[in-house]
C-alpha cells in the first residue's frame, strides 16, 4: 500500500466546513462517493476490512459483482443493513443484519 494512502484521512479535509454542506442527499451523491472508495480499494489492491451500509439487503443485490470481486482483493467486506431479503453466500462478505 502507498505511504500516502497509510496516513490519509478526511477529517483535515471538512475540519473549515459547514456541517450543512458536508451531507448527502441524493441516491446519486452517496453512490459516487462509495464508488470512488471502493474504486481506490480496488485499484491499490488494499488488503483491509470494507465495511458498507445499505438501507436493506435488497439494495446490495444490483451490487453483487462489484462487492465480489472488492471481497477478492481487500480480503473482509462486512455490510450492514436491514434483512429485507435474502443474500446469498458469497466468499469474504458477512451479513450483518440491523
Known amino acids: ?3 500516502s ?6 477529517y ?9 454542506d458536508l451531507s448527502t442527499n441524493s441516491v446519486q451523491t452517496l ?12 485499484r491499490y489492491h488494499l488488503e483491509l476490512t470494507f465495511y458498507a451500509g445499505f438501507q436493506r439487503f435488497s439494495s446490495f443485490m444490483p451490487q453483487i459483482e462489484r462487492f465480489s470481486r472488492l471481497a477478492s482483493i481487500c480480503g473482509d467486506v ?4 436491514v434483512p429485507d431479503s435474502p443474500v446469498p453466500a458469497i ?5 450483518v443484519p440491523l
Not at 483535515?12 to 450543512?20: D, E, F, I, M, Y
Not at 459516487?32 to 472508495?37: F, N, R, W
Open 5 to 10: 494512502l497509510r496516513t490519509m484521512s478526511l
Open 31 to 42: 453512490l459516487a462517493i462509495s464508488h470512488s472508495i471502493e474504486d481506490v480499494v480496488m
Open 78 to 81: 462486512i455490510v450492514l443493513g
Open 12 to 20: 483535515p479535509l471538512v475540519l473549515n466546513h459547514n456541517l450543512g
Open 91 to 95: 466468499p469474504n462478505i458477512t451479513f
Open 1 to 3: 500500500m502507498p505511504q
